[in-house]
């Protein structure tokens, strides 16, 4: 049973909305937080 093409395409950016704002946070933790570990992540 194969997927419509728009679902696929609604579900990735979907899943790209939801992520977000945890990846930006993450990015702003790493710039601000020169931890040696964090460079590893």
Do not use: T
Request: glycine fraction near 4%.
């Amino acid at each position: 049973m194969a997927i419509e093409g728009w679902v696929a395409y609604a579900a990735w950016i979907a899943g790209l909305v939801i992520i977000y704002p945890f990846c930006a946070w993450w990015a702003d933790l790493k710039k601000r937080n020169k931890h040696w570990a964090l460079s590893y992540l």
